[in-house]
């Protein structure tokens, strides 16, 4: 259940049940010359929707712009600063707690988020502290990638193709939403070069067409309707213990 498409009666009643809900984040940035820009945003709201049916939990907007700085020399990637991203994500969490929402389930797409995804959760729980009574708040991030059997497949279906950036999981992932847009083409060189970088110019010149140790060519909206219903079923699991925790 999106809350977009709902309305606030539906909203009001459904808080009478549970105050439990799902809020997908990703990143808007380059995803190599074959992945979409909408990449961690379009897999993180696909899992957390079809979660949100499973389990008759309401799921809120999608943020689809995070912290992507090192990805700015490439057109099309917009980021938000941390500190700018921590403060969304706390005022969003306050407006959630401020309805009564108690149990808060993040579903991540982008691994430049956590750590500020993870600063973002003590600040909201220290500017609760400070209320009387204090709103009960729990939260939880999960990266919808990195989930054991999530990581299982992938290395079943791609094996050494995964790389860090640019992956196929997400990459096919977001080829099963929108088969239109898939472009298995293959790239040169096959495999993405692999190392640390240092900031966005540093990344443009090491890895110039945007990938990370990765071959997306391997993908296909076969494989990602695989990886998408893997993250599903996994996610929904872990949710469900979240959300019913004593
Ligand atoms: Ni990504």
Do not use: K
Request: charged content about 20%.
């Amino acid at each position: 259940m999106r809350m977009q498409l709902a309305t606030w009666p539906e909203v009001e009643s459904y808080l009478a049940r549970s105050r439990a809900v799902i809020l997908p984040i990703g990143s808007t940035e380059q995803h190599g010359p074959t992945g979409l820009i909408g990449t961690d945003a379009l897999c993180a709201e696909a899992v957390a929707w079809q979660v949100g049916e499973r389990l008759s939990t309401l799921v809120a907007p999608t943020l689809a712009v995070g912290m992507a700085q090192h990805h700015m020399r490439f057109p099309g990637s917009m980021t938000l600063r941390p500190s700018t991203l921590l403060a969304v994500v706390r005022d969003c969490l306050l407006s959630l707690v401020r309805h009564g929402f108690a149990r808060v389930l993040v579903i991540n797409g982008h691994g430049g988020n956590s750590a500020t995804l993870q600063a973002a959760f003590a600040e909201t729980q220290m500017e609760l502290d400070a209320l009387a009574p204090r709103p009960e708040l729990r939260t939880r991030l999960l990266n919808w990638w990195e989930l054991p059997e999530v990581d299982r497949l992938s290395a079943e279906l791609f094996g050494e193709a995964i790389g860090s950036h640019a992956t196929p999981p997400e990459v096919a992932l977001t080829w099963a939403l929108h088969p239109e847009r898939a472009d298995p083409r293959p790239l040169e060189p096959r495999r993405a070069p692999s190392s640390p970088f240092f900031g966005a110019d540093d990344f443009r010149r090491r890895f110039p067409d945007g990938r990370i140790g990765s071959d997306p060519s391997v993908a296909s909206p076969e494989t990602g309707r695989r990886i998408l219903a893997a993250a599903v079923d996994e996610i929904a699991q872990a949710a469900e213990r979240f959300f019913s925790a004593e």
